[in-house]
């Protein structure tokens, strides 16, 4: 059974900062991933969706990689802005008919 | 990509009272779904809105609770039965398009039941 882990599952940092955002999935067979960002009471905004046959998407400040192999990937982004703070959702799909897994999410908070 | 609306936006129900959440996407796509998020978790999915057919539930997720319509390809309807307090979520109507299976989510209906 696929299971996804996002660490951390909060994190603060001072704007201008470049940070990371870590996922892990169980189940290396995956179709694609995707990342989204929630804002408080409100729906996802999908921000990158890597296939299974890609390393790696970028999207302005966003850049997102893929390890199939181990099972990882990652959501970078540069200089980090207050208007970036949100909770940031990793989700893996089995297949071409599969369902999104989703992770718990990474809370993020940047300071002004 | 596709565009996502959902009504209501939030409501406040009375226990043992139903309630209609309607989802409208801006074009024809292939799957749709219903996803749940209670306070403080991740998303769980409800089931996949079959159009012209019966939709497919996951596991914990019955139809007599949670029935769910799909007329067409652009809209669907979810009904939260029966609501208790334990059903105070947000539920999230979700979109598939067929061209590179990116998921697009509605802006969720904040459901409180009191």
């Known amino acids: 059974k696929q299971e996804v882990t996002q660490i951390p599952a909060a994190l603060s940092v001072p704007e201008g900062e470049n940070l990371v955002l870590n996922c892990s999935f169980t189940?290396?067979?995956?179709?694609?991933l995707q990342w989204f960002r929630q804002d408080p009471g409100k729906g996802l905004t999908s921000l990158l969706l890597i296939q299974s046959s890609q390393r790696e998407q970028t999207s302005g400040r966003l850049n997102a990689s893929l390890d199939k192999s181990s099972g990882r990937s990652t959501l970078y982004i540069a200089a980090s802005q207050p208007g970036d703070s949100a909770t940031y959702l990793c989700?893996?799909?089995?297949?071409?008919?599969?369902?999104?897994?989703f992770g718990k999410g990474t809370k993020l908070s940047v300071k002004p | 990509s596709a565009v996502i609306s959902q009504k209501p936006s939030r409501d406040i129900c009375q226990r043992g009272t139903s309630l209609t959440i309607q989802c409208q996407v801006d074009s024809q796509v292939t799957m749709m779904f219903w996803y749940r998020q209670q306070p403080g978790q991740s998303l769980t999915l409800i089931a996949t809105?079959?159009?012209?057919?019966?939709?497919?539930?996951e596991s914990g997720f019955v139809i007599d609770k949670f029935p769910i319509s799909r007329p067409n390809l652009t809209f669907s309807t979810l009904t939260v039965s029966n609501m208790s307090p334990e059903d105070s979520s947000i539920y999230l109507c979700?979109?598939?398009?067929?061209?590179?299976?990116?998921?697009?989510f509605g802006e969720g209906s904040r459901l409180t039941v009191l």
């Open positions: 809105a079959n159009q012209g057919s019966e939709a497919t539930y």
């Open positions: 979700s979109a598939r398009t067929g061209n590179t299976g990116e998921l697009f």
């Open positions: 989700a893996v799909r089995g297949g071409s008919q599969g369902n999104l897994i």
């Open positions: 189940d290396s067979a995956i179709y694609n």
